[in-house]
T-cell receptor, first 114, second 115 residues
Framework: DAGITQSPRHKVTETGTPVTLRCHQTENHRYMYWYRQDPGHGLRLIHYSYGVKDTDKGEVSDGYSVSRSKTEDFLLTLESATSSQTSVYFC?????????????FGQGTRLTVV | AQSVAQPEDQVNVAEGNPLTVKCTYSVSGNPYLFWYVQYPNRGLQFLLKYITGDNLVKGSYGFEAEFNKSQTSFHLKKPSALVSDSALYFCAVREVTSGTYKYIFGTGTRLKVLA
């Protein structure tokens, strides 16, 4: 798993509540990513980071924010969870400077918004 | 923007037969292409990548992929399928935006190998 830990692994939350998912890596890699996986949509990029405090939006960033205050942690926050955010969330990292390398994924967080 | 398309939601193949999972791409510049596999309740595992060089790329678990520039395709292949190959397969392309790197994935193809 390339030293990637996602927490929690499962969470059920109520509509309108804030939720924070954590991705932790042990290798000091520069790039970190948050994806969501939904049937029929594959994996869609939410946000990504290319360094401490350096983040950018992906294709489905509405309703999500991220923070990266230190290299090893990349946090994904749902400010006010909605049922459409029920999904499986994956964190990924890219070793090195990200040029010719592939991404490595965590085990995922299954989030249910009721 | 870069993109990949996986035209088949599901592929069924008999054990021992060759398998092909299709992927086409749309990129500006040189394509950097990847294949991943996902087993139930697991994260994605890297199978292989095309960066440059030989059009036939070999990867993990006996899989290979053929890069075809004229057809803008990067199909995943295996000469003899195993039941244990049954999983969800994703094609991906690397996109560079303002000097930063991200990966764009297809919608996935479910491979079912029948005993």
């Amino acid at each position: 798993d390339a030293g990637i830990t996602q927490s929690p692994r499962h969470k059920v939350t109520e509509t309108g509540t804030p939720v924070t998912l954590r991705c932790h890596q042990t290798e000091n890699h520069r790039y970190m990513y948050w994806y969501r996986q939904d049937p029929g949509h594959g994996l869609r990029l939410i946000h990504y980071s290319y360094g401490v405090k350096d983040t950018d939006k992906g294709e489905v960033s509405d309703g999500y924010s991220v923070s990266r205050s230190k290299t090893e942690d990349f946090l994904l926050t749902l400010e006010s969870a909605t049922s459409s955010q029920t999904s499986v969330y994956f964190c990924a990292i890219t070793p090195g400077q990200g040029m010719n390398t592939e991404a490595f994924f965590g085990q995922g967080t299954r989030l249910t918004v009721v | 923007a870069q993109s990949v398309a996986q035209p088949e939601d599901q592929v069924n193949v008999a054990e021992g037969n060759p398998l092909t999972v299709k992927c086409t791409y749309s990129v500006s510049g040189n394509p950097y292409l990847f294949w991943y596999v996902q087993y139930p309740n697991r994260g994605l595992q890297f199978l292989l990548k095309y960066i440059t060089g030989d059009n036939l790329v070999k990867g993990s678990y006996g899989f290979e992929a053929e890069f075809n520039k004229s057809q803008t395709s990067f199909h995943l292949k295996k000469p003899s399928a195993l039941v244990s190959d049954s999983a969800l397969y994703f094609c991906a392309v690397r996109e560079v935006t303002s000097g930063t790197y991200k990966y764009i994935f297809g919608t996935g193809t479910r491979l079912k190998v029948l005993a």
